[in-house]
């Protein structure tokens, strides 16, 4: 049994999200699950559920409850300090633009200071966007990894690659899970991303960059450090080839010698 809160919860759409520390990243409710009125399901409200993890992932969660209950003896906000303390469950969007320029908004405007209007906000936003199922992946494991649970993140992110995502995304997607793979303590995994695919000229000082982090955490300074070098390259102006064959002569130096 887990205790948690509500993320958010529609009775018309018959489902929502809990938050958990046992269900990092989300876990998915349906009305069905709910014992008693789900309209008491309202954001912030503190419950106990079981859960389940989600095998192939529902809607890029990676757990659904099974059964739903109210915490009575765990405060929740007060009715009248929910639109404050939760202000993203009233958020409102601007119908005029289309879904990525809303995205886009989005990211400009983060904050990581307020995780759940963040996940809530995000939640609306997929909602409403005709995204496939990777593009939805790639968001939430990108929201994950901003706010700080790169555990979270990973999974999604494979996901997300596994189902087909856009070119463009998948090279994000692959710098980034490479990112979360090293941050959770698995830096030869995060090279071996890397390593697996070619990047377009855009993403190739980038890829770079966090080639040598990872590297560096498993040891391999050199090594880190010629990727670091060429991470730089396309602003070193006039001292590029200088750079370029000094990075490469590293590899080449003979060991001093105790």
């Not at 759940?116 to 496939?132: K, P």
């Not at 991470?231 to 001093?256: C, D, M, N, Q």
């Amino acid at each position: 049994m887990a205790e948690g809160r509500v993320r958010r919860f529609s009775t018309a759409e018959g489902w929502g999200i809990l938050d958990s520390t046992d269900t990092p990243g989300g876990c998915l409710v349906y009305s069905t699950a709910v014992v008693g009125d789900p309209h008491w399901l309202t954001a912030g409200r503190s419950v106990e559920f079981e859960w389940q993890p989600s095998v192939h992932g529902q809607n890029g969660f990676r757990y659904y409850a099974t059964a739903v209950s109210l915490v009575h003896s765990l405060p929740g906000p007060a009715a009248e300090d929910r639109g404050a303390t939760f202000a993203g469950a009233s958020w409102t969007i601007d119908d005029a633009i289309g879904p990525d320029e809303r995205m886009a908004a989005f990211w400009r405007d983060a904050d990581d200071s307020d995780p759940l209007r963040m996940r809530i906000q995000m939640d609306h936003l997929l909602s409403i966007a005709s995204y496939s199922d990777a593009r939805v992946l790639f968001e939430r494991a990108s929201l994950e990894d901003f706010l700080g649970d790169e555990e979270a993140a990973v999974p999604l992110y494979e996901a997300s690659m596994s189902a087909g995502l856009d070119a463009d995304r998948e090279h994000q997607a692959r710098i980034q899970l490479a990112s979360s793979l090293r941050n959770v303590g698995r830096p030869d995994e995060a090279v071996q991303v890397l390593q697996d695919a070619e990047f377009p000229n855009e993403y190739v000082s980038a890829r770079d960059a966090f080639m040598a982090l990872a590297l560096w955490d498993m040891g391999e300074h050199e090594l880190a450090l010629r990727n670091a070098l060429q991470s730089a390259e396309p602003a070193l102006g006039k001292y590029r080839r200088a750079v370029g064959a000094y990075a490469a002569e590293l590899s080449t130096r003979p060991e001093e010698k105790p």
